[in-house]
């Protein structure tokens, strides 16, 4: 099996549809059919068993599903090992991040790396959604948790307390909730993946039994734009309530434990001129924002 034949069959594997895979592969549907059936000719077996659900592996399909992530593997390294001996400030470079982080840091650190670099090339991706550096799914990532793999480099560039925060409007209107009381007679907005994710979920360590939750948001950007509209009261890193004008309520708490926001890369990639300029500027940017 040659490389090109590997990556038809790990598209279709991990999207289940030919059409799946095609949108990943950036090409059309019936290639993606034929060049599965002439794979599965020229090994003499049935890779996968079609389904009214998709594409399912057959026992001959996870045996080579082992070898083909291998292949995987060594094609990724070989890429990032070439890629890291290139000094040439040209090219693109992929980073992924939050959508808060995109707004206030990322897009101002791209502004300056453009009329320094005007050759660099920037592709930003703004999600929730957790992406792979180990296999190039981008070259750079900005997140708020510390990754645990060995081949990942990573540097922590900000660390807020989060507090509580509402708008003024909602303040005039509603006044300030009181300590203690789990939230009694007030609106709410809240993360999603936080509310999910916990038990007994609270604000600042309060609980918000008495509450009211009139939002949920998969986004930290929506949490704030939420709270600013006067929605309800939220939780969110006090720099960024500081930055958006809105009243911190209960000062004196903060939640447990502080918002991190850490810099991601591949350790074969960290001295590829490129990519060392994009983590120069988004450095600076978190330094001159934290100054």
């Known amino acids: 099996m040659n490389w090109d034949d590997a990556r038809v069959f790990l598209a279709v594997c991990r999207e289940s549809t030919l059409r799946g895979a095609a949108r990943v592969l950036g090409v059309d549907q019936a290639t993606v059919g034929r060049r ?21 592996l057959t026992a001959m399909g996870e045996a080579a599903l082992k070898s083909v992530e291998k292949m995987e593997q060594s094609a990724l390294e070989l890429e990032r090992r070439i890629q890291g001996l290139d000094d040439r400030l040209i090219g693109n470079v992929r980073v992924a991040t939050t959508d808060s982080l995109a707004i206030d840091f990322l897009i101002p650190a791209i502004a300056r790396l453009h009329q320094r670099h005007p050759d660099v090339r920037v592709q930003l991706d703004a999600s929730t959604q957790i992406i792979s550096l180990v296999k190039r799914e981008a070259d750079i990532a900005v997140r708020n948790t510390r990754p645990d793999n060995p081949d990942l480099i990573a540097r922590r560039i900000a660390r807020w307390p989060v507090g509580l925060f509402a708008s003024r409007d909602y303040v005039d209107a509603h006044g300030e909730p009181t300590p203690g009381s789990a939230f009694e007679g007030h609106d709410l907005v809240v993360y999603q993946p936080y509310l999910q994710g916990q038990k007994e979920f609270t604000l600042v360590a309060e609980p918000v039994s008495r509450g009211r939750i009139v939002a949920s948001l998969s986004s930290s950007l929506l949490v704030r734009r939420s709270i600013a509209a006067g929605i309800g009261v939220g939780e969110i890193p006090v720099y960024m309530g500081e930055r ?3 009243v911190r309520l209960w000062p004196e708490r903060t939640r447990p434990l502080p918002y991190e926001v850490w810099l991601v890369t591949h350790a074969d990639l960290r001295h590829t001129a490129r990519v060392r300029a994009v983590i120069d500027e988004v450095v600076g940017a978190f330094a001159q924002e934290n100054e």
């Open 36 to 56: 599965i059936v002439a794979l599965e000719k020229s090994l003499s077996a049935a890779l996968f068993l079609r389904t009214s659900d998709g594409y399912a």
């Open 244 to 246: 958006d004008g809105l």
